[in-house]
């Protein structure tokens, strides 16, 4: 197999892995899982930043097709990381593990930075010293190629622009306030990813957003309204390292009910923002709830609504477990009807979660 060129012809020293015994300043962690095809643009994407020195670290977790060799055809350039499939979390960890950069950045393999998304995240982290992590905005670009600008469609609004980032002013609040930024859209301080125990390996949806909430509560967060990096959405069919469909709404919703509880568990919070993950907590038991019921299950349903009224009491959530008393069949049409009605009134801009 013949080396990909580097599309902007950079030297390998700068913008590879550093020579031995040189000190890189990013340590750049990039899973996959049977990624072959696109993994080499997403590589590349890292080649060609106008920042160096940094160090690719791909972590192929358990891939079954040409992995390997694609990456081996970048040589020194990149590290390679083989281990069994145990999800991006475990794989992510490994990446950590290895790093020897004071920042990570994450980035997943199907998806692009572009050129100067690493000089503008290190500028940011010139500019804020004391700051843990530093965010840019992302394009989510769809199958046919249209794209729309990530922060926009989490109608965040912070007093930032392309040239100038600015510090959140309560990071917490604003990335569960409104769903939450992309890890691969995030520089984070080394230690402070350590200081948080890494990644949730129990997770295989959800496991972002952790971090990213622990990273928050343990510092300032910068952010800047300028789209550097590419987040191409997966076909539905295609492999990928979560063996969670995004599909299966029970599944989904669980996981980000494990992530709040772990968030209220792990994390220092104010009472506000305590307040804050308790209401997103009942949110992801009244979503698991909903797609029970929706299955005829009213004994799990009525569990998860019991689950929502304990992390955040609302007379939603106790509606819910009342319907399931009634007979299945009803309790299904009363918790839909009352889900239709309360979807018409919704206040325009909130980050619900279709609980």
Do not use: K
């Not at 990039?30 to 972590?59: K, N, W």
């Not at 959140?168 to 984070?188: C, F, I, K, N, R």
């Not at 609302?314 to 009352?338: C, D, K, M, Y």
């Amino acid at each position: 197999m013949n080396a990909p060129q580097d599309p902007r012809g950079r030297s390998p020293a700068r913008h590879g892995c550093p020579p031995r015994g040189e000190q890189p300043a990013v340590s750049v962690i990039l899973p996959t899982y049977d990624r072959a095809a696109c993994l080499p643009h997403a590589i590349h994407s890292v080649l060609a930043q106008d920042f160096g020195p940094v160090e690719i670290i791909v972590v192929d977790d358990g891939s079954r097709d040409a992995t390997r060799e694609v990456v081996a055809a970048f040589g020194a350039r990149v590290i390679y990381l083989y281990q069994p499939n145990r999800g991006v979390s475990a794989a992510r960890n490994a990446g950590i593990a290895r790093a020897r950069g004071e920042w990570l950045a994450f980035l997943d393999s199907d998806d692009a930075w572009h050129p100067a998304y690493l000089s503008r995240q290190m500028a940011a982290a010139a500019r804020f010293p004391d700051a843990v992590a530093h965010v840019t905005d992302s394009a989510i670009v769809a199958a046919d190629g249209t794209r729309r600008r990530h922060l926009d469609d989490l109608r965040l609004t912070v007093d930032a622009s392309s040239s100038a980032p600015v510090l959140l002013e309560a990071p917490v609040v604003a990335l569960l306030g409104h769903s939450h930024w992309y890890l691969q859209a995030t520089l984070a301080r080394r230690e402070a990813v350590v200081a948080c125990g890494g990644l949730d390996e129990r997770l295989r949806i959800a496991e972002d957003l952790e971090l990213l909430a622990l990273l928050a509560a343990r510092g300032p967060v910068s952010i800047r309204r300028e789209v550097l990096v590419d987040v191409h959405l997966r076909d539905s069919g295609a492999a990928h390292l979560s063996e969670l469909s995004q599909a299966d709404r029970a599944a989904r919703s669980t996981g980000y009910a494990t992530a709040y509880a772990a968030i209220l568990e792990r994390a220092a919070l104010s009472q506000r923002e305590r307040a804050l993950v308790r209401r997103r907590l009942g949110q992801s038991h009244r979503a698991v709830g909903n797609a029970w019921l929706a299955r005829g299950d009213a004994r799990r349903a009525r569990e998860q609504y019991g689950h929502a009224l304990r992390a955040d009491f609302t007379t939603t959530s106790l509606a819910r477990w009342l319907a399931t008393l009634l007979p299945a069949s009803l309790a299904g049409r009363t918790v839909h009807a009352e889900r239709e009605i309360g979807s018409r009134y919704a206040r325009p801009g909130s980050a619900g979660t279709g609980a």
